[in-house]
């Protein structure tokens, strides 16, 4: 419990993540682009922006999810990723472009941890060079193709070190509690 | 290279991870179920079962990707899933099922890591509760609601202390090159 304060206090508002999810398409994406949302809140980034196609439904889960097992986090559309990506760097962020063709995240995390405030790009099926370009580091999850929710997840893990396993979220609803068989959810409040 | 010859030779054959999917719905999980099973091809498993509704095209994305970027991986429909716990139990297989009311990870992978052959049960909206019965730990990465694709990848990452990120494939057709911009592909065969 200590130790989670200490991360809550001392990591997370001194290093500021937001994630960008390009291009979000609404017949295609919604579970992939939820699954991109939910796994950021859980594994510390504190916003989501997205682009492609306004898709309220993903929104609702999304908020939902933080409203039941609380925050901070928020996601936002943005019409325009690019001019969002490049107001971004003018205000410090170091950007980070996922893709399987980028450098290995396993030589470059050590580097990228001295950023204290990163904008990840995660994009879907076909990503604009110019997202390659405005990125400062463009980063393979390993070169094999698998999962946008998988590297945006491990990218999460590894530059928290893994202390965003124990982070707490404020405000939830509702608790589990982890146990080996069956359902422990304690409530917090109506 | 060196390293990464190591790992071939003396982990990934002493140890055997399988997955296996619960209730894919082609309706609504065709990508999701794609990228559960690339996850697992990427990170270290080597087959994934499916059960709940066959497939072909989630089956042939997977194959197809196993033939261009290399094995050994293997996608398999099973129609009864509990079966398949079942027997897979009784040849030593542990049995983990990854749901986010289990014990939670960062407390059990020392004592996961001493099997050598685990099936990772993944499975979708409602699993029943047979399967968190069979299992021989329930297991949560994270206490939140995410994705079933995370939950996965780091439950291998963990089992695999990160030494599959530099897993080599075999017999695929080409090999990515890390750099920072643009694609740069090697063809290895036709």
Known sequence: MELQNIYIKEVYPLKMIE????????????????HVALTARAFGASKIYYSGQKDSNVEDTVN???E?????????????ALKLAEEKKKKGFFIVHLTMYGLQIQKEIKDIKKQKNILVLVGSE?????????????????GQPHS??????????????????????NNGKMLIIPQNLGKNVKKLKE
């Open 148 to 169: 946008e929710v998988m590297a945006l997840g491990l990218f999460l893990d590894m530059y928290f070190d893994r202390k965003e396993l124990d982070k707490n979220f």
């Open 126 to 142: 076909k990503v604009l060079p110019e997202f390659y370009k405005i990125a400062d580091k463009n980063i393979a999850v390993t």
């Open 64 to 66: 939902k999810i933080t």
């Open 19 to 34: 994630v960008l999810r390009l291009s979000h398409r609404v017949s295609r994406d919604p579970r992939i682009s939820t």
């Open 68 to 80: 039941n097992f609380g925050g901070p986090f928020e996601i936002e559309y943005v019409k325009d």
